[in-house]
């Protein structure tokens, strides 16, 4: 089985040929210094060919096996300019009438931005958001919600305060702040809802259910904040970045790859036979979770270092150039069996 080999397939690299992606030309670049040698060939014609017949057939066992596509958002599934490109659309859809459908797993609420998306993506299905705190079905209705305490959600607002920074909490799918400004207003590029005032936060916690707090600053100004909060924060609460100059603050032991986790035995799958894409340091736990876990070029150096695969950035179809060999080349094939 794929688990049995798993630990023989070397990180690589998938870079492809500016052509068009159906009849596009791909190099498949062992990074491993151990297995260099071994993977030397340019290779063409939407085929993986190596020097080694065992790592080749655990792709194709892999690609026979896969039952799920993970897929971070912004960074990864849409471009720099938040679209969903016909290449992926098609890819993920031809995925989903082969037996293999795709779940967005993101930090964002289910939001404005979501429908559209999810309508192109071939089978209604559920959905994992606010950093895997809130997932629904493929209804939109709510069966998986894993809030912050209300004292760690004060401890954080007390820390934005403190360094006189922006917050935002993430209630659902809502936003809330105490007052609107230029930093909080930078969630609604990514399709967002609008912040709702509520006036002072503090007073606003223990009111309803906050699933994550965001402090927002400049990116450096954030960066310098780093340490002190990773300290602050060590014993009660987890914090990741998604997007430069926005700090998370989710529940402790909370991350994108525990929600998904969560909604895999819901849905009865075994991770081994996921694929997972992302970008940035909050998909680092999902692409461990995940069978085979791949990075876009445009990834954080972080993530790249976890990643089985690295394929070309958000703007260039990673996502894909990657299904298409690593999903629908084995899938093609069982299907004309």
């Known amino acids: 089985c794929f688990l049995a080999y798993s630990y023989t397939i070397p990180k690589l690299v ?6 068009d992606f159906t009849k596009s030309q791909y190099l498949i670049q062992n990074t491993s210094r151990r297995l260099k040698s071994k993977y030397s060939r340019c290779i063409a014609q939407q085929r993986i060919e190596t020097s080694s017949q065992r790592e080749n057939k655990n792709l194709r066992v892999f690609g026979k096996r896969a039952e799920l596509i993970i897929t971070d958002v912004d960074g990864t599934l849409l471009t720099s300019s938040h679209q969903l490109k016909p290449a992926t659309v098609a890819a993920l859809r031809e995925a989903a009438a082969l037996g293999v459908p795709t779940v967005l797993a993101t930090g964002k609420t289910r939001g ?6 999810l309508s192109q993506l071939g089978c209604p299905v559920p959905g994992v958001f606010c950093q895997g705190l809130v997932i629904t079905d493929h209804h939109g209705n709510l069966i998986y919600s894993n809030p912050l305490q209300d004292e760690i959600a004060a401890q954080g607002i007390k820390f934005a305060q403190k360094n006189n920074i922006s917050v935002i909490a993430f209630c659902k799918d809502q936003i809330m702040c105490d ?9 609604t590029d990514f399709g967002e809802p609008d912040p709702i005032e509520v006036g002072p936060m503090l007073d606003f916690v223990g009111t309803t259910e906050i699933h994550k707090l965001i402090l927002l ?29 926005m700090l998370e603050i989710l529940p402790l032991g909370a991350s994108k790859g525990q929600g998904v986790s969560w909604l895999l035995n819901h849905m009865k799958i075994d991770a081994a036979n996921t694929i997972a894409f992302g ?16 990075a ?10 976890v990643a089985d695969f690295i394929s070309t950035s958000n703007d260039d179809d990673g996502v894909a150039r990657a299904v298409e060999i690593l999903v629908l080349e084995s899938r093609r094939q069982t299907a004309r069996t």
Not at 180 to 186: C, K, L, V
């Open 217 to 245: 600053a400049e990116p450096e100004v954030v960066e310098s904040l780093r340490p002190e909060a990773d300290m602050e924060f060590s014993s009660s609460a987890s914090l990741t970045v998604a997007i430069p100059g």
């Open 279 to 294: 970008d940035g340091e909050n998909d680092i736990e999902l692409l461990e979770l995940a069978g085979v876990g791949v």
């Open 112 to 117: 404005p931005w979501s429908a559209d998306v």
């Open 296 to 305: 876009m070029d445009n990834a954080q150096a972080k993530l790249k270092a």
């Open 14 to 19: 998938i870079a492809f040929a500016p052509s």
């Open 179 to 187: 007052k609107r400004d230029a930093q909080t207003d930078r969630i």
